[in-house]
């Protein structure tokens, strides 16, 4: 084996025409195919795509651990110059968690639970370094200190469980900075958190990666992080990389028409419903057992030419007319100088044949969506609502109402009691006191099994886990004519079954997926399916808890587009629970936020994203990760972590993380509710004058 | 921790009080109090016995109160020690029991002391690397070992260390004193079966283990191998062996009854199935209950060992 | 499938139970569970094929089922006529073969052994249904239900499950007689609560799914949610637990036969086999008789463990 003459001048890694295989029963099938990547010291890049396409393998291979099914088919990974692949096992032990570190998706899963936080931490000096166990346990300290956790002592001696979601990923985070890493992968490192925690996180990474130069790849499918975070990116499609370059270049100027088809689907919190409609990509991705032939984003493709974009493997070019693998893959090391260096970060390529072709720069195809009709009478009106669950307040005086046609959305994170509202609503649990009028019918206390044919009919649910939503011993028709002969719509068989039709085509789905049961279905279209269910009787009244929460972004959009057709179209009411403030802000005709079981703030969609805001909603607002380079955001500092909603802070709830917080009145007292206009209520200590001088959390630049 | 425990503590005494009351109201119904009076009194059978003598003898033995106060009675004498009188041998239940407890006492733990290493071990080298050879051959192994009921390996045994090589006695009646070899039999039997269960489930947990996130953090952070075996997977597979062995106790009180008859040991399972078959009602019914009492002890040490296992119980 | 079992199975028992009684016409109404058995063994093979073990399992299996239901067509000897005792295997008498020799009574046992399969097969399935049908039946009302009813039927369970296994069995045939009918009953007290636990862990878990929210929110009636729409889905951890269960059951009952607590004499029986032989077979010479019956046993329970073990491991990969 021999040594690259200077490893200081070689790249920190580089993947050659890596191609990853699993082998099961059925044959080997390809996750990833042709990746090629350079990262340069002190570099951040973003792997970005949806479920599936072979972003968390690249992260695996990398690491050398495909598992027992897993296989590198080809190519060469090379670490600092030498190839991880011809490493020994020793060697790679040495290498791993060392040299290379890693970051994972759900910290409390990655955490061994019999084992102290601080013993997990030591032995990564004390094995890598040889560190003693005092040097070892100065040093895990140090670093806590360093991922900003103040109770380093407490911590140490903590188990996993004893402590929150967001301060197990700074462990894992500082359990992987703790030998110095020249390379840290992170894998999808804030999606199971909530989204104040997850802009905490992406602070410390950034922080991180200016101060102490680790590379970084970091894998994600939210591109509004990548960009926060990365300063190159790879968008996957498919098992390919399908568009590299910088990330301004890629969000701003892409040639990609996946990655265009990804942008558009994307929510923006700066544009709304009757602004901008999103555009979702047709179809879904492709599973890799059954790739197209040609470019594999073919099928889906706006700008698909037949004949020639599904002939043979498209390759990835460089946008200067030069074949990207060319470019980095043989370079020659002796070579590698300041320029090189230059043209690896300026080097924009695409997987596409019709680079050229494509109007990248035509304004977006879509009208804005046809307005909502006049919101009517009042359908729904909840008063004083309160829920408790032993000690748990979990809705605390809730009032707000809804009316025909408009659609509210409830928004907050988790522990905020917007799940338990759904429940008291749908009559799965009883209310503890105040009142929820539907069509004038009292539901606070109607248990559903009480509940008339009309009123469970008139009030229905669509639920947000779509691997969970539909029964799986069952075929999707069966399950939609059940509700029919249920709610008593149709009662004769030919009759029930033109109906079952009729809801697929209103949910724009093929009659034959009727006679398929749901392990058969993709999680966009099991969420339609979701979406006629609760159709199949005319609701007046639909809550949607999260519909589209699981889903992929492009599939995302579609479904949002399809339930915001059809109640237009029926004049439902839609009550959208939602974490997401961009989701929100794309349907919404009002918010209502919530935290921890009250309602902090409500009013019009446009009066709830701008100022004057209730400090969580400007926190909210400047947590959500943005894609487009031309919206820029303010930070907003926000403090520790959600409470525990079982033993809630006194006064206002949101005062212990509230940075203009009043000490001595936010604390003690409960904070009085400010009407700005007619329905736009905020409730603050805070001056009127101070909250009308806010200043706003996004700002777009229109160059 | 400890409220979970008190928690069991009073749900188990719930429990014994439960199945006291019931073993009461079972031995104390006219079927098995004809049986004693027969026993007592002389004659061939239930049958035989007049109703007048019948109900002499119940007031002679005072028995004619409340069904409560005779309840309350009952459970004095059990305070005081007294268990009654076998009417096979004519001794106090106490002494009995006594013997017999002692001796399948030293069966179980020769079968504990050879069970636990041995079981433990194969059970993490086969769930180590699921699927390696070692893997399929501990398995299937284990898999045969638990599908051989008792009775087939009795007999198979003696046949063939007994009969076959003439290694070890056939029975284990142990007339010229205690002897180990005597004991030998019994002793596979029993382990045959439970170390392929243990072996099975500690297996089970290993694989699951081995397949979990936090071993592959472990993994990467470049952690030797030993380093993950030994502290990152062990603790957490062990948890519910360990539980599952203290649980064993219950399972070994069923299979010495087969074991001891068939071996004719002196033990509490063959006197249990002696006292059935003759009707000797008081220890049956005392023999039931310390067998209850037994059971219901070794489910709370395997509560108590599964909280000091798993921090997730012990610290909340 | 469960309607193959059940044309294996009905004819087998009314076979057993009422063989006496139909006379000349008994074994006609096994002929329509032969075909069973063999459709039954294709369509298991068929489906579990990439599972080795389970494969395994179902041939142990089926081939008992197989000799169970044709034992009255095979060219076997009368297994309880006696002709010449203590015949070692292979030896011929009268101008017969016996393969495995006769038993002290003269009886032959190849023929024994495999009519021995029906009483074992009819009595461990009937006994594992009725264990089911009644812990089942308990798990699924206190899963779903939850409160009080819960809470005694948990507490019930665990005093039942308090007593040692073999403790318990040798009480309830003690009180309640020895009979097939009250083995049923020693077996569901014994199985029932453990069956319950299981069913009941399975119902919590799949009663917070959304499919179950669902249609609690077009309000179905709760027995048509556990039945149509919970039963289902646990069915997979269940179909394992009831081959596992079936193997208990199977040792549960020739081990009480052989304790003379079960079903009588003289009816062939491997559990009754390897008493009478073990009562014999103190000989090394005489040792063949106990090999067949133990073997037979320990080869049917094999069956069903890699049948459960098998479909354990095929969920776990999917």
Redo the contacts between chains.
């Keep these: 084996m021999s040594f690259p003459p200077n490893i200081d001048a070689a790249p920190i890694l580089e993947c050659r025409h890596l191609s990853v295989c699993y082998d099961s029963r059925a044959g080997s099938v390809p996750a990833v195919v042709d990746f090629n990547l350079t990262l340069e010291r002190g570099e951040a890049h973003g792997l970005v795509g949806e479920s599936g396409c072979g972003k968390s393998t690249i992260a695996l291979a990398i690491?050398r651990?495909l598992g027992?099914s897993g296989r590198i088919a080809g190519g060469q990974i090379l670490f600092q110059g030498r190839d991880i692949l011809a490493m020994s096992a020793e060697e790679l032990?040495?290498?791993?968690?060392?040299a290379i570190?890693?970051v994972?998706q759900?910290p409390m899963?990655?955490?061994?639970?019999?084992?102290t936080v601080g013993e997990q931490l030591v032995?990564?000096p004390m094995?890598?370094d040889g560190c003693t166990r005092p040097e070892a346990q100065t040093r895990a300290r140090t670093m806590l200190e360093r991922v900003h956790m103040t109770d380093g002592e407490r911590i140490m001696r903590a188990?996993p469980?004893?402590i929150s979601g967001g301060q197990q990923q700074r462990i894992?985070i500082a359990?992987a900075l703790l030998s110095h890493p020249r390379l840290l992968l992170l894998d999808e490192p804030t999606t199971a958190l909530d989204v104040t925690v997850e802009a905490g996180i992406v602070d410390l990474i950034r922080e991180i990666s200016a101060e102490l130069g680790t590379s970084m790849l970091y894998i994600s499918h939210n591109l509004g992080l990548v960009r926060a975070i990365c300063d190159r990116i790879t968008v996957m499609y498919a098992g390919e990389a399908v568009e590299v370059g910088v990330v301004s270049r890629v969000f701003g100027a892409m040639r990609h028409p996946y990655t265009l088809g990804l942008i558009a689907s994307m929510p923006v919190p700066t544009a709304d419903k009757t602004s901008r409609r999103l555009e979702p990509i047709p179809g879904q991705p492709p599973t890799p057992r059954d790739r197209p032939p040609g470019c594999g984003f073919g099928p889906r493709c706006a700008y698909f030419v037949p004949g020639r974009c599904d002939q043979e493997t498209v390759p990835l070019r460089d946008l200067g007319g030069t074949e990207g693998e060319g470019l980095r893959g043989d370079h020659d090391l002796a070579a590698h100088d300041l320029a090189a260096h230059d043209l690896a970060l300026r080097l924009h390529a695409s997987r596409c044949l019709r680079i050229a072709e494509i109007p990248w720069n035509a304004p977006p195809m879509s009208t804005p969506a046809p307005a909502s009709p006049p919101a009517g009478e009042v359908v729904l009106a909840v008063e004083h609502l309160v829920k408790r669950y032993h000690k748990v307040q979990a809705n605390d005086a809730l009032t707000f109402d809804a009316r025909r046609g408009e659609t509210v959305a409830i928004v907050g994170e988790s522990g905020c009691g917007k799940s338990t509202l759904a429940r008291i609503l749908m009559g799965l649990t009883p209310a503890t006191s105040g009142s929820v009028r539907f069509r004038s019918l009292e539901l606070s206390r109607l248990p559903v099994t009480r509940r008339s044919t009309k009123t469970l009919r008139g009030l229905q649910m669509i639920f947000q886990n779509p691997f969970d939503t539909l029964n799986p011993s069952h075929t999707v028709g069966w399950q939609i004519a059940r509700v029919i002969r249920k709610f008593g719509v149709e009662r004769e068989e030919p009759r029930v079954g033109a109906r079952v039709r009729e809801l697929l085509d209103l949910v724009r789905l093929p009659h034959e997926i009727a006679g398929r049961r749901p392990r058969q279905l993709s999680g966009g279209q099991k969420q339609r399916i979701g979406v006629a269910r609760a159709f199949a009787g005319n609701p007046a009244l639909v809550v949607a808890d999260e519909p589209v929460s699981a889903l992929d972004v492009s599939v995302q959009a579609a479904v949002i587009d399809l339930l915001m057709d059809i109640q237009r179209r029926h004049g439902t009411t839609l009550l959208f629970i939602s974490h997401d403030l961009s989701v929100v802000r794309h349907l919404a005709d009002r918010i209502i936020v919530m935290y921890l079981g009250q309602i902090m703030e409500q009013g019009r969609t446009l009066e709830v994203f701008a100022p004057p805001y209730h400090p969580y909603t400007e926190a909210l607002l400047a947590a959500v990760p943005i894609a487009d380079p031309r919206i820029s955001k303010r930070a907003v500092l926000l403090k520790g972590e959600i409470p525990s909603a079982s033993s809630p802070p006194l006064g206002c709830r949101f005062s212990t993380r509230c940075s203009y917080r009043i000490a001595g009145t936010c604390d003690t007292r409960a904070p009085p509710v400010q009407e700005f206009s007619a329905g736009h209520r905020v409730a603050c200590h805070l001056p009127r004058e101070q909250l009308l001088a806010m200043r706003p959390v996004f700002e777009e630049t229109t160059t | 921790m400890s409220k979970l425990l008190i928690r069991r503590l009073l749900?188990m005494a719930?429990?014994?009080l439960?199945?006291s009351l019931?073993l009461f109201s079972?031995f104390d119904s006219d079927?098995f109090r004809k049986k004693v009076a027969v026993a007592e009194l002389g004659g061939f059978g239930a049958s035989t016995l007049s109703e007048g003598d019948y109900h002499a003898w119940i007031a002679r033995k005072g028995l004619d109160v409340p069904f409560l106060t005779r309840y309350r009675h009952w459970l004095e004498h059990i305070a005081e020690g007294d268990l009654g009188q076998s009417l096979e041998k004519d001794i106090a239940v106490s002494t009995l029991l006594k013997e017999s407890l002692a001796n399948s006492a030293i069966l179980a733990f020769f079968v504990l002391l050879i069970m636990v290493p041995l079981s433990l071990t194969l059970g993490v080298l086969a769930g180590m690397k699921e699927?390696s050879a070692l893997d399929r051959n501990i398995s299937f192994l284990a898999?045969?070992t638990?599908?051989?009921?008792?009775?087939?390996t009795?007999?198979?045994l003696?046949?063939v260390l007994a009969?076959?090589l003439g290694w070890v006695p056939?029975k284990s009646v142990m007339t010229q004193g205690w002897s180990f070899r005597a004991l030998v039999l019994p002793l596979l039997t029993l382990l045959l079966y439970d170390v392929g269960y243990i072996v099975r489930m500690t297996r089970a947990a290993m694989v699951e283990v081995m397949a979990?996130?936090?071993i592959?953090?472990?993994?990467?952070?470049?952690?030797?191998y030993r380093?993950i075996i030994w502290?990152?997977a062990l603790?957490?597979a062990l948890?519910v062996p360990a539980t599952l062995i203290f649980l064993e106790l219950?399972?070994l009180?069923?299979?010495v009854?087969?074991v001891e008859?068939?071996f004719q040991y002196a033990g509490f399972?063959r006197m249990?199935?002696d006292a059935?078959?003759f009707g000797d009602v008081q220890v049956?019914q005392a023999?039931?209950l310390v067998?209850?009492a037994v059971?219901?002890l070794s489910?709370l040490l395997s509560d108590a060992a599964y909280a000091f296992?798993?921090?997730?119980v012990r610290?909340n | 499938m469960i309607s193959l079992l059940a044309l294996i199975w009905s004819p087998l028992l009314a076979y057993v139970m009422f063989g006496p009684a139909l006379g000349t016409a008994a074994p006609y109404v096994l002929l329509p569970a032969i075909p069973s058995v063999i459709v039954l063994y294709v369509m298991a093979v068929r489906r579990w094929r990439e599972s080795g073990v389970a494969v395994l399992g179902v041939t142990l299996v089926c081939f008992w089922l197989l000799m169970a239901v044709s034992a009255p067509y095979l060219p076997l000897h009368d297994p309880d006529k006696p002709i010449l005792p203590l015949m070692l295997p292979g030896s011929i008498a009268h101008g017969m073969r016996f393969l495995l020799g006769t038993d002290m009574r003269g009886r032959d046992i190849l023929s024994r052994t495999l009519w021995g399969s029906q009483r074992i097969l009819v009595w461990g399935i009937t006994a594992t249904s009725v264990a089911y049908a009644v812990g089942g039946a308990c798990g699924l009302i206190g899963g779903y239900l939850g409160g009080w009813w819960d809470e005694m039927m948990s507490?019930a369970a665990?005093?039942l499950l308090?007593?040692?296994?073999?403790?318990l069995f040798?009480?309830v045939l003690?009180?309640l007689g020895q009979s097939g009918f009250n083995i049923i009953i020693a077996v569901t007290c014994s199985s029932a609560p453990v069956i319950m636990r299981i069913v009941r862990g399975l119902t919590l878990e799949a009663r917070s799914r959304d499919y179950i929210q669902a249609a609690q929110t077009r309000g179905e009636h709760p027995l048509w949610i556990m039945l149509v729409e919970l039963l289902p889905n646990v069915r997979g951890p269940i179909i394992v637990d009831s081959c596992l269960r079936l193997?208990y059951t199977?040792?549960a009952i020739?081990?009480l036969t052989?304790?003379?607590l079960g079903l009588q004499p003289p009816d062939p029986d491997w559990?009754l086999m390897?008493?009478e032989?073990?009562s014999t077979?103190?000989?090394?010479k005489y040792?063949y008789m106990?090999?067949a019956?133990?073997?037979a046993?320990?080869s049917l329970?094999?069956g069903?463990?890699?049948i459960a073990?098998g479909l354990r491991e095929m969920s776990l990969r999917d």
Excluded at chain 2, 216 to 224: D, F, H, M, S
Excluded at chain 3, 281 to 284: E, I, N
Aim: positive net charge; contains cysteine.
């Design positions: 690491m651990h027992r032990r040495r290498t791993r968690g060392a570190a890693m994972y759900e899963a990655s955490l061994n639970p019999s084992m032995e990564v094995f890598h188990y469980h004893q894992v359990m | 749900q719930l429990i014994m439960c199945v019931l079972i079927q699927g898999i045969v638990t599908s051989i009921p008792q009775i087939a009795a007999v198979i003696t046949v009969l076959g056939a979990s996130q936090y592959r953090t472990a993994v990467l952070k470049g952690l030797p380093r502290k990152h603790r957490n948890t219950n399972g009180l069923s299979q009854v087969v008859v068939f399972g249990l199935f059935a078959n049956l023999a039931t067998a209850v059971a219901v489910q296992l798993n921090p997730r610290l | 507490f665990n005093v308090s007593f040692p296994v073999m403790v040798i009480l003690n009180l193997g199977t040792a020739t081990t052989f304790l003379g559990g390897i008493k032989a073990a077979a103190v000989l090394w040792s106990v090999i019956p133990a073997l046993l320990s329970i094999l069903f463990n890699l073990d």
